[in-house]
Structure formats: C-alpha cells, structure tokens
C-alpha cells in the first residue's frame, strides 16, 4: 500500500471505527485532533457523525488550513458521511457557516435522505469489488447530486452515486466503518492512496 | 416507487445503532426553546434533547414530569439541521409511539420524566425509532439492552451539576465490563445470574470487551473538565442538560464542552477552553439531593 500511515480525523464521530478498520488491514494508524497529529500521516480518512460540529472543530482545532493545504498537495483522503460532505465541493441544506473543502467536484444534499427513520441498509454492487455485493449502512446519509468531470462512480443506490472516487480522492454516502466487511477500506488503502 | 426502492430497509437494529455511531464523540444538549437549539448547534453540538423543563427545574418545580407537547418539539426540529431527540416516561409506550410518529431522530427512555410503570419498561425493539436508556451498573444497561435500546447512558444524577454519580455508574459498568473480560466461561453463567441479564449478551460482552451498543455518558456535566473526566474513564459522548443553559454564558459554556470532549486527553487544551466561562450551575451535594432520579428504572 502507498500509504503507510493513516491519520483518522478524530475531532468527532465513528473515528473509531475506522481506526480498528484501518489497523485490521495493516496501516499504522494515528488520530488527529491537531496540526501536529496531521504532520504525522500520509492519507486522511475523514469519518461519519456530524458535518456541523465537524467543521465548526476543523476551525477551532486549526486544522482548516492544513488538511486543506494537504489535500491540494494531493494527499490521498477517504470521506464517509459526513466525511463526503467534508471533501465535496458543493452543500446544499448545510449550515450558512459550514465549509467544506472541495477536495473532489460533487454537489451533494445533507440529510436528502431523509431523517433518522428513513436511515436504511442496503446491498450495494461495487465495480472492481471480489466477494459479493458490500453491505451500505446509510444514517441519514448526504445525496450526491451532481457528479463532476473526471469523478468515477464505483457504486449507486437507486440511480444514485454512493461511492466515487477522483484520483487520490473517495468518498462514500455510506458507512464502510459499521459494515463488519474491510474490503472497502482495503480498496482504498490498496488502490487509491 | 421503483423496486430497487424496495431493497432499503429500514428501523433495524443495526440502523438505530447507526445513529449512536455517529453521535460518538460529540455533545447532546438539553434544550427547552428553538432559540436555545440554535445556539446548541451553533456551539457544535451533535444533537439537541427537546424537553419544556431542563432536570434542575423540574427538581425545583416537581410535579409529574411528561413527555413534551409535540408543537413544541416540531417548533425546535424546526430550528435545526442536526437530530433531535426527545424524551418519554419510564414504560410509558404511547409517550414513544407519539414521538416517533413526529419524527424525532431519538427517543429518551429518561429517568428525569415521572415514570409510568413501576415494573416494565418499554418494549424497544418495537419502534423504528431508536431509544437510548439510563443505566447505573452493567446488569442495568444489558437488561435494557435486552430490551432492544440502541445506546446507553450512565443516569448520573440530572440536575445536580455534580459529576460524582455518573462516575459512579461509568466506573461500575466499565469495571465489570474489565472483569467479565477475565472471566472464563463457567464464570460467565455466575456473572449473568448477579446482573440479573440475559446470559448471550454477558457472552457477547466477554468476547468483544465492550458493551452490544455506545455507552454514553449524562446525569451531573457543567464544565469541560467534567466532559473530559468522563471521556477520559471510558464514556464514548456526553450529555448535557441542566449545565449548558443554567450556566452564567451558556454560548461560551457550550463551546468549550464540545472542544473538551474532542480534546478529551489533551490538558493544554482543556486549560485553554476552561478559562473566563463565567459562572457554572450552581449545583447541588448529593447529601442534599431528597429526590434520586437514578433510583428510578428496574
């Protein structure tokens, strides 16, 4: 694998998760709160939880500037949930306030899917996946809806982008974390970083 | 709707769990106005509670404590992008059933309300709204489990602005969960029998070293330090009721909790977000509480 060790943004959400996912494959894995912990790492995974408070600590944590200025220097990352909305370059329904970082040219919707009672699971076919179809836990999961050029779709759900990747970039409207199958992370890890 | 429609699946166990995964690491705020919401999420909380009375007051006030008017609760689902739970009596079913049919993203089974069955508690696994229970020790939290709750909380004592019993509840269900980690499998049968909990998930607690669900920490929050204190012993987010809005500036209070409970470990920061909050809660010494919310739930 390209990168060797893996921050996991841990300012709030299932980071860890993540983390145990990320270990189980074999990457040295370091959760970052500050400037110093990102100094550490060679690719970013960006959890699910929620994109306001998420960016609201981005700023206070002074991590803004960093991750920013790493992502233009092409660090791989990998956005789940509200890690999707943190790397998109449009948000609609977010807070005024809520910046993201355009790390990859989607348009997604917070929440489009709906409230929690309309968090769903669902079998997702993944292109280049071995082993069967990937199991799609979506928590009031983000909509992508617009696709840019040069964004590959691996994945839809109902005529929808899940799971997309563009060069160092992925992001996911689901939850790998909670899925108890690694192969999505394993993927990333492998291929894109 | 087309067939593929039809593959989602929804209200599961493992969906309502979904949501508890996400709330890690963050801060859920009691809130009583759509005014108060606003300010919860824009000091970066993950979730607010909507409730009429904060636990401080309904110590004050007493009376039967109920689930909140649903006007009430729509005004501040209203005000907010982030999930909004609210609270329903102890075994009180059709309190849930109303909240579920509004909407909210969490419900309650809280301590804080007046209970409304002093035997049962409320069948979980039938809503698709998930539920989160108050737990005091570890047989508590699997019973409630067993139950179908989705996430768990230490009760501490709400209200108080005392941390002392939620680190008493915390301590009590972490330690046992270390101790049933050592225990082999004969032993497990003796711990199932002194929880009073179901024997699979004492198992399951054994082999994984962690409870079936999030354990959650609420019941006595009012500074950072104390958010940081109960990440710190094993809490995986914080609830805070009385102690944001019965504070001296709750916007500055509430901020600094949410960057103490990311920055838990890290006490250069926690010194730095501690600073010039004005005055906390007033609080209460346990030997003056008469009222002992935790006592409540079986």
Same mark, same amino acid.
């Given at each position: 694998?390209?990168?060797?060790?893996?921050?996991?943004?841990?300012?709030?959400?299932?980071?860890?998760?993540?983390?145990?996912?990320?270990?189980?494959?074999?990457?040295?894995?370091?959760?970052?709160?500050?400037?110093?912990?990102?100094?550490?790492?060679?690719?970013?995974?960006?959890?699910?939880?929620?994109?306001?408070?998420?960016?609201?600590?981005?700023?206070?944590?002074?991590?803004?500037?960093?991750?920013?200025?790493?992502?233009?220097?092409?660090?791989?990352?990998?956005?789940?949930?509200?890690?999707?909305?943190?790397?998109?370059?449009?948000?609609?329904?977010? %807070?005024?306030?809520? %910046?993201?970082?355009?790390?990859?040219?989607?348009?997604?919707r917070r929440n489009a899917y709906g %409230?929690?009672?309309?968090?769903?699971?669902?079998?997702?076919?993944?292109?280049?996946?071995?082993?069967?179809?990937?199991?799609?836990?979506?928590?009031?999961?983000?909509?992508?809806?617009?696709?840019?050029?040069?964004?590959?779709?691996?994945?839809?759900?109902?005529?929808?982008?899940?799971?997309? %990747?563009?060069?160092?970039?992925?992001?996911?409207?689901?939850?790998?974390?909670?899925?108890?199958?690694?192969?999505?992370?394993?993927?990333?890890?492998?291929?894109?970083? | =709707?087309?067939?593929?429609?039809?593959?989602?699946?929804?209200?599961?166990?493992?969906?309502?769990?979904?949501?508890?995964?996400?709330?890690?690491?963050?801060?859920?705020?009691?809130?009583?106005?759509?005014?108060?919401?606003?300010?919860?999420?824009?000091? #970066?909380a993950t979730a607010v509670m909507a409730?009429?009375?904060?636990?401080?007051?309904?110590?004050?006030?007493?009376?039967?404590?109920?689930?909140?008017?649903?006007?009430?609760?729509?005004?501040?689902?209203?005000?907010?992008?982030?999930?909004? =739970?609210?609270?329903?009596?102890?075994?009180?079913?059709?309190?849930?059933?109303?909240?579920?049919?509004?909407?909210?993203?969490?419900?309650?089974?809280?301590?804080?309300?007046?209970?409304?069955?002093?035997?049962?508690?409320?069948?979980?696994?039938?809503?698709?709204?998930?539920?989160?229970?108050?737990?005091?020790?570890?047989?508590?939290?699997?019973?409630?489990?067993?139950?179908?709750?989705?996430?768990?909380?230490?009760?501490?004592?709400?209200?108080?602005?005392?941390?002392?019993?939620?680190?008493?509840?915390?301590?009590?269900?972490?330690?046992?969960?270390?101790?049933? #980690?050592?225990?082999?499998?004969?032993?497990?049968?003796?711990?199932?029998?002194?929880?009073?909990?179901?024997?699979?998930?004492?198992?399951?607690?054994?082999?994984?070293?962690?409870?079936?669900?999030?354990?959650?920490?609420?019941?006595?929050?009012?500074?950072?330090?104390?958010?940081?204190?109960?990440?710190?012993?094993?809490?995986?987010?914080?609830?805070?009721?009385?102690?944001?809005?019965?504070?001296?500036?709750?916007?500055?209070?509430?901020?600094?909790?949410?960057?103490?409970?990311?920055?838990?470990?890290?006490?250069?920061?926690?010194?730095?977000?501690?600073?010039?909050?004005?005055?906390?809660?007033?609080?209460?010494? =346990?030997?003056?509480?008469?009222?002992?919310?935790?006592?409540?739930?079986?």
């Open positions: 694998m390209a990168a060797r060790r893996v921050g996991v943004l841990a300012l709030q959400g299932s980071y860890r998760r993540h983390a145990e996912t990320c270990a189980r494959l074999g990457a040295s894995v370091i959760e970052v709160r500050t400037p110093a912990d990102l100094a550490e790492v060679d690719a970013l995974v960006l959890p699910g939880g929620e994109s306001t408070t998420m960016s609201r600590l981005l700023d206070t944590s002074g991590l803004r500037e960093p991750v920013a200025a790493r992502l233009a220097e092409g660090m791989a990352a990998f956005g789940t949930c509200a890690g999707m909305i943190l790397l998109a370059e449009d948000v609609a329904d977010g %807070r005024a306030d809520q %910046r993201s970082f355009g790390a990859i040219d989607l348009g997604v %409230r929690q009672l309309d968090s769903f699971v669902a079998e997702l076919d993944v292109t280049g996946l071995d082993g069967g179809p990937f199991h799609g836990v979506f928590i009031r999961a983000p909509m992508v809806e617009r696709v840019g050029p040069g964004v590959t779709v691996l994945a839809s759900h109902d005529d929808r982008p899940v799971l997309l %990747r563009s060069g160092t970039v992925a992001v996911a409207a689901f939850h790998p974390e909670l899925a108890h199958d690694d192969r999505v992370h394993d993927w990333f890890l492998q291929e894109v970083c | =709707m087309s067939e593929q429609m039809n593959d989602r699946r929804r209200g599961t166990f493992e969906v309502k769990r979904g949501l508890a995964e996400n709330l890690k690491g963050g801060v859920i705020m009691d809130v009583v106005t759509a005014d108060q919401a606003r300010i919860a999420e824009d000091a #970066g409730l009429e009375r904060v636990p401080a007051d309904i110590r004050v006030q007493g009376g039967v404590a109920r689930m909140s008017d649903p006007d009430m609760i729509e005004g501040i689902k209203a005000a907010v992008t982030i999930p909004v =739970m609210a609270k329903a009596r102890i075994g009180h079913f059709v309190e849930a059933q109303i909240l579920q049919s509004l909407g909210v993203d969490f419900i309650d089974e809280s301590e804080v309300l007046t209970p409304a069955d002093e035997a049962h508690h409320i069948d979980k696994f039938a809503f698709a709204t998930p539920v989160v229970c108050g737990a005091t020790n570890l047989g508590e939290a699997l019973r409630r489990i067993s139950e179908g709750a989705a996430l768990i909380r230490s009760k501490g004592e709400a209200g108080t602005g005392n941390i002392v019993e939620a680190v008493r509840h915390l301590r009590s269900i972490i330690g046992d969960v270390r101790r049933i #980690g050592q225990a082999d499998a004969a032993e497990l049968f003796d711990w199932a029998k002194r929880l009073q909990a179901p024997l699979p998930l004492v198992q399951e607690v054994a082999e994984t070293g962690w409870l079936p669900v999030p354990l959650f920490c609420a019941g006595g929050v009012a500074t950072p330090a104390d958010a940081a204190l109960v990440m710190q012993l094993g809490a995986e987010a914080v609830f805070v009721g009385s102690g944001i809005f019965k504070s001296g500036d709750p916007v500055k209070r509430a901020k600094a909790i949410v960057e103490a409970t990311t920055h838990f470990a890290d006490a250069d920061i926690l010194a730095k977000v501690s600073r010039g909050l004005g005055e906390a809660m007033t609080g209460i010494g =346990m030997d003056d509480v008469t009222l002992k919310l935790a006592d409540r739930g079986w």
